[in-house]
């Protein structure tokens, strides 16, 4: 998510605290909320974490330049629900060169340059692919806000989103929405994470980065300044194209009307930008809350619908039929929960649970329709986008096995799912000849997903 939804920040200033409660069922009913700067919720409220800690600072990245050998962990590659025990991996200067059972080790060559580490007791697990995120913005109570934030501000809170990420064993980002402004950095106008993306390219202690660009939505919906309007197909495509020429790797739609859970745009409309990313290599992906937005963005052509928090069973069909991936993110009322408890302010309002509990029951249906009816889902934090925060990806597993998803189809939607989402074969994956992009956690992540929050060690 990202912006406000069914009510634009300026009118959002104006509103007064009981206003703003007697709209919460209209509220409830469309998007979800915006938040009024100086509202009562705490800046420094952190989202917290179910579990666990992070022991590897950015700065211990293992060196990309020697040979590591990992003696006999397990490996959970999120493909098969089997646990492979006992496995020993050799890297060197970044790539996997064997993966081979603890007892059946090929020599890893002279000791002189070898790291070896003893790995029993921890579980090897491909680097995360987050498949929703928003780079510039640190997430918490007051997330809308910091899309105003300086570029300056938000490049430095990119910088932090980054750490954090890969501190918790994310490889990839697939950022979909952030300003566009002037790059401090390189001058060039145009979405804010592009530069960023283009900057960290062979760093060791980022997550390599696929970016929508800036959002696209209909007049009125988001932040003025903030999106880029398109009134009609003309301006979409128009839109559309001009992300891509900028340098976006593919096209994130805005699919929510200003006062309405329909969709501000025909499926028709839709499927003219569709065509015309697709004509030129790219994907183009839908924020979509309602259901009356997600059938048209499926309708339209889309590529996946991100948050699908009301879908049914008739469009999760069509869904599987076309091949559109659904981007769960229930983690956002999750943290809009936890946010509540922690301090207060509207989410911690009867109004505000009860929006956030029942955007989370139905965003948990949807899930649960769409694995059934045979979707491709994939996990993604929106950290920046809603409450939710950089490094938090393994709480979005731990809520797809609350809906009934085995653990090991989680971690597939954590990992390989997103890199074939991102069109990069390697994200998400660990294989002979392939990157070293895994990492290590202490116990077993089929048996509890919770496991995922204890990195012991990056790659
Ligand atoms: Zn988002």
Redesign the pocket.
Known sequence: ??GPGDLSRSNLRTLTRRRMLRLGATVAGVGYVGWVSGWKASAAALVGEPSGNTVIRAGQVASAARRVLYRGANLADGRSPALQLGRSVLTDRGRVVWIRPRDAEEDPGPSHGLDVVDARGLTIVPGFVDA???LTSPGGANWLDHFRDSPSTMLATAERNGELAREAGTAWLRE??SPTVIDPVDGRRRALALGIRDRWVGRADRPRIRSGGTWIAPPAVMDKGVAIVARNADELVAAALGQLQQGADLVKLYIQAANSNESPWTATEIRRASDAVHARGAIVTA?AMSLGPAKAAVLGGVDAI??GFRLDADLCAEMARRGTRLVT?LIVPRSWLKIGQQSGGYWATRAGRRYATRLLERGEESARLARRAGVVICA?T?F???GSRAGQLAWEVESLVATGMQPWQALGAATWRGGELLDESDAGRIREGGPADFFLVAGDPYRNPAALWNVRRLA
């Open positions: 998510m990202s929703h995120c928003h979909i929405g924020h991100e948050h993110t993604g929106d920046g986008g809603g």
